[in-house]
């Protein structure tokens, strides 16, 4: 163990792997709190709300970027990774936060988003001043495709599409070049291939973790290696794209990006921070290798696969219908997967997803039950949990029905392209279903004005929902979503089992109940979950028997009958432990 002074003063003990028992909270800081009554959350709306963080009982906050940005994706485009924009507050008010979380016995993840930077950071304007500049390199310019005219369409460099839609390459008729930008243009990639580059990165990454921070959560970290040669990608159906992931997703040098950034960032001391590396479509092969302590990469990844399975073949616009079997089976999976190497980050929301409840629950009549049985469902696997703001409350989708409820650059690139050609309540209908806009509505702190978020004009609508669905009532009801994940944060913290055990599953073919087993040598936890608005038999649980005597660990309906594990209510969750001599 070591113990570490940062410079705001505070002391944190360093345990190492502290982060395998740990939960983690994501802030959105723009929809947290807002202080000041502009309407957007800031800083200091976060430090009047540490009450909240601590009696969750929460262990780590990861923030959502609050550096300098001119906000074309929300602060994921930022142009001074050692300033924190004017509309969050400022550094002393940053210094106050790391300071208000160590003294509560919590630690800080700082989002790290260096696969790009803004197209208004100083680097990528000097970059664009001129082939000649020599900062040029730290970006990916290349001339337009042989025989093509820049700035025609089929003249990018390549055929990928960006995320967000459209060509992943913009034209600069200035220099003659394209420069690529897997998501926005207002978001050039930065070159990795370029040292000078990597060691920009990992100097402020030291400077952060300096001021006090305790890691970071890495944006989109295995797309850094992209590729040199830039090959197009095999082209979609139906589509002008193609799919450029093979070359820009896992490059050739990404373990050796990784590998080099915690030896030049965290030294000796690596054990005793925390990362989490942002990774669309890897694989559990990939995250086994990312996530391996031997090579020392990263402690966990956010792989993608559960909260892909309702998206079509292509798209996440082609939403499919949630399928049980399907989300077992990637749980299974990861589960199984890294359980002799490497370790599982657990999510079900973040500022990309929509909500949970809505999405694999019922946001209905059962909305508390089915929120509390996805918490069950989640805090009990091998791995470390991660809660989005609001999701403690169970916090819904977002009504959005018209275009000025949009902020999100996906959700309205989404609106523009399919505007002209199809009716616009059929478009909603999808964006009401999966709109990133869905998780971002602000913070339902109360009862009041503007659901207690902000004495001004919120940056985005408030959920009409606030009302009924909020922190203050909630914190005084024993029956409330709040009050079990409470519990369930608790009981990860008491019961080791819930970090080591070994996972299994239980009833893999059911298609209405969820359930597993962790195991260790001494005990066994057992949890069940009825994914359904009816009362399910689960009489097929050959073992049942032998349950009968075990302690009920946490449930979401009263435990009033007899231990008999022969039916399941709606949405009902229960948590069983026993001996395993008994
Ligand atoms: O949100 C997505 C699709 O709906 C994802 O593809 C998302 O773009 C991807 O997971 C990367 O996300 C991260 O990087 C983006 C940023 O917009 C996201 O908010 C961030 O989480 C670019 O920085």
Known sequence: MTETAPINGTRTIRREQWWKSAVVYQVYPKSFADSDGDGIGDLRGIIQHLDHLERLGVDVIWLSPIYASPHADNGYDISDYQAVDPMFGTLDDFDELVAGLHTRGMRLLMDLVVNHTSSQHPWFLESAAAPQSAKRDWYWWRPPRPG?????????????????????????????????????????????????????????????????????????????????????????????????????????????????????????????????????GVTVDQAKLFTDQGRRELDMVFQFEHVDIDHGPDSKWDTRPFDLIALKRVIEKWQEGLSETGWNSLYWNNHDQPRVVSRFGDDGEHRQKSAQLLGTVLHMLRGTPFIYQGEELGMTNAPLTELSDLRDVESLNYFAAESTSRPHAQIFGVLRKVSRD????????????????????????????????????????????????????????????????????????????????????????????????????????????????????IGNYEATRRLALDTLRPWEAVVLLRDRSS
């Open 438 to 553: 869905n998780a971002r509505t602000p913070m339902q702190w109360s009862a009041d004005i503007n659901a207690g978020f902000t004495d001004g004009r919120p940056w985005m609508g408030v959920n009409p929902n606030f009302l009924a669905i909020n922190a203050e009532i909630q914190y005084t009801d024993p029956e409330s979503v709040f009050e079990y994940y409470r519990r369930l944060i608790a009981i990860r913290h008491d019961e080791p089992i819930i970090t080591t055990g070994r996972f299994s599953p239980v009833l893999p073919d059911d298609p209405r109940i969820l359930g597993y087993k962790r195991t260790t040598p001494e005990q066994e936890l057992l949890v069940l979950a009825n994914f359904a608005s009816v009362t399910t038999d689960i009489r097929g649980l050959s073992e049942s028997a032998s349950w009968t005597r075990a302690r009920r660990l």
């Open 148 to 280: 093509h005219v820049g700035g025609t369409p089929g003249a990018e460099p390549t055929n990928w599409e960006s995320f967000f839609g459209g060509p992943a390459w913009t034209y600069d008729p200035k220099s003659g070049e394209y420069y690529l930008h897997l998501f926005s243009p207002e978001q050039p990639d930065l070159n990795w291939e370029n040292p000078a580059v990597r060691q920009a990165v990992y100097g402020m990454m030291r400077w952060w973790l300096s001021r006090g921070v305790d890691g970071f959560r890495m944006d989109v970290i295995n797309l850094i290696s992209k590729d040199t040669s830039l090959p197009d990608g095999s082209r979609r159906r139906g589509s002008r794209y193609g799919d450029g992931f093979p070359h820009y997703g896992h490059g050739p040098r990404v373990h050796e990006y990784l590998h080099e950034m915690n030896e030049a960032v965290f030294g000796v001391d690596a054990s005793c921070y925390m990362t989490v590396g942002e990774m669309p």
